[in-house]
Each structure stands twice: as structure tokens, then as C-alpha cells.
């Protein structure tokens, strides 16, 4: 609501009035952005949209602000679930990039065993994948079939068509792959029995 107009003017000449706000606020506004609806309020409404405290993203509880201004480049203070804390953005907490102090991304879901992470022998075949089979691509018109374990890859052959290579690599998952799978397999049933 204007009040009254000042004695400042805009560099085109036009007037600059004492505004109040709903919220008690008094702030200096030109016509220009009055008539045209520029400015409708001292920009508490902003404010209380970016007003992030006691919400929570993820694992983190908003507690504060950093400095006193709110708005979409506030930094905020965290308590995270963990007990720990954090000060992050309000990008990031908004678009659950960060979502704890950092405590998840030390929890490890991956069984690392015998060398190898026992999650990736079961894992399918890549995007890149151009024979349709994994573990098996051609070169110089025969088909190659090899398997990686324990970051060492093992050769298996080279075969005149994709069938062999397939077979091939398929005996040598059931020989290489799948007694890690099942000994790990029971292992990992038996923690999460035991949590």
C-alpha cells in the first residue's frame, strides 16, 4: 500500500513512495514498478518460499540459515539422522543432491569379495554390447569370448560362430562365477538375518 511519495525520483523522473506491506514493512518503491505490478510486497512472500527451517530433505533437518538474508543462494545448517551435520545450498537440498552429511555415500552396499564385487558378476550386459551375449565380441570376423574376474581378464577362445563364444562363456560363469555368487549369497542372507 503506498503511503506517501518521497522527495527521490527514478533517473527517468518518475516518483519513488513510501510503501507499507501486509507484513508491517516499509519499504521505497517507484510508480512504475507499482503500476505495473512489479513489486507487490517487501519481498517477505520470496522470503517465506525459500524459508527452508525444520523441514527435512532426506536424512538432514534444516536448523538455520547462514547470514540473514534468505533466498535461492542461501546456505543452510544441518543436523543430520546420523548425528552429524552439514551446511549445504538450497539447490542442493531442494533437488535431493545432498540429502545427509555425507554418511551415506560411506555406507557400502556392494559384498567385495575374493577380489571381485560379487553384485557385478550378476550384473547384465553392457549398453556397448554389440553381439547381444556378454563377455563375447567379434574381431577379425571370429567371435571372442573372454571373462573378467578379479579385475583379470581371462581369454576363452576364439570361435567361427556366436553360438560357441555364447556356450563358452556360459561354462565358464558356472566355473568361475557362480560358486562366488552362492557362498556369498548365504553370507549376505545370514547378516541381514542377523541386523
Request: charged share 25%.
Amino acid at each position: 500500500m503506498a503511503i506517501e511519495p518521497t522527495t527521490k525520483r527514478e533517473k527517468c523522473g518518475g516518483i519513488i513512495w513510501k510503501c507499507q506491506c501486509n507484513c508491517g514493512r516499509v519499504i521505497e518503491c517507484s510508480t512504475r514498478y507499482l503500476v505495473q505490478g512489479y513489486t507487490k510486497n517487501c519481498g517477505c512472500i520470496r522470503k517465506k518460499n525459500y524459508d527452508l527451517s525444520g523441514k527435512k530433505f532426506g536424512n538432514l533437518i534444516i536448523t538455520k540459515p547462514i547470514g540473514t538474508k534468505i533466498n535461492s543462494r542461501t546456505k543452510w545448517n544441518c543436523q543430520c539422522n546420523c548425528g552429524g551435520t552439514t551446511i549445504t545450498s538450497h539447490y542442493n537440498l531442494v533437488s535431493q543432491h545432498t540429502r545427509s552429511c555425507g554418511c551415506l555415500r560411506k555406507k557400502e552396499y556392494r559384498t567385495f569379495a575374493e577380489g571381485t564385487i560379487v553384485e557385478c558378476l550378476k550384473s547384465k550386459k553392457p549398453k556397448n554390447n554389440s553381439s547381444g551375449v556378454k563377455g563375447v565380441c567379434c574381431v577379425n570376423g571370429k567371435w571372442l569370448a573372454y571373462i573378467t574376474l578379479a579385475q583379470k581378464r581371462f581369454y576363452l577362445g576364439r570361435y567361427d560362430s556366436l553360438q560357441e563364444a555364447k556356450t563358452s562363456r556360459e561354462q565358464a560363469e558356472k566355473e568361475k562365477f557362480w560358486p562366488i555368487i552362492k557362498k556369498y549369497k548365504k553370507v549376505k542372507n545370514n547378516t541381514n538375518q542377523n541386523v
